[in-house]
């Protein structure tokens, strides 16, 4: 839904104020084991984050019924600011770290629930960057931006922000808008492109494949 700038901004500084205090709170307690089992779960939940964000903006932001409004309005104006009011994700990040504290225990739950705030403030500053801002001469950023503006070109890929490794793994990778007509490029399943693709390239048996494919 459409934000005040105060609205809009809150989040960059209550998120992360959020997250310092996990990890001061985790932390504190000095003992080896807690802190170990802290961190773990810590980039345990930035990974899961990854995964939610990549859901959450794939099914429920286009398909579910009051959601896609609100998203809809993001895509018709994406320089505007709009995103989900603090008194509605601030709740349900309380009610996961409560139920994640209930059902894994201090350490392990605050871990979680720590790296889970950490990749929600990826994910808004990815955003943000991605539509308002300058992007520091970081790479990372400049293709973060360029994926997520042929999602907004064209709707059926690039769920990813942060990241476009769920893209990859699903296949919902879109290379370019204009080139496939709109359509997932099938061809960004994580075992074909990437590393991976190249490394295959490189078997020997692949250095066959290519010596028996005919000249053109
Ligand atoms: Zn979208
Ligand atoms: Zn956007």
Redesign the pocket.
Known sequence: MRLSTTTYYVDFAVYPALFTGLVAHGLAPAGLASAATFLIMLVFGVGLWTFIEYLVHRFLFHHAPVLQDLHDA??AE?HDLIGSPIWTSLPIALVILAGSVWLLGSDAGGGLSAGLVAGYVWYISV?HL??HGRLYGMRYLYRARRR?AL??ACETGNFG?STDFWDRVFGTVLLSAAANGGAPDNRGAWWTTGRIGRLWGRKPWGALVRLSRPRV
């Open positions: 993001h895509h994406p955003h991605s539509h997520h999602h907004h922000v």
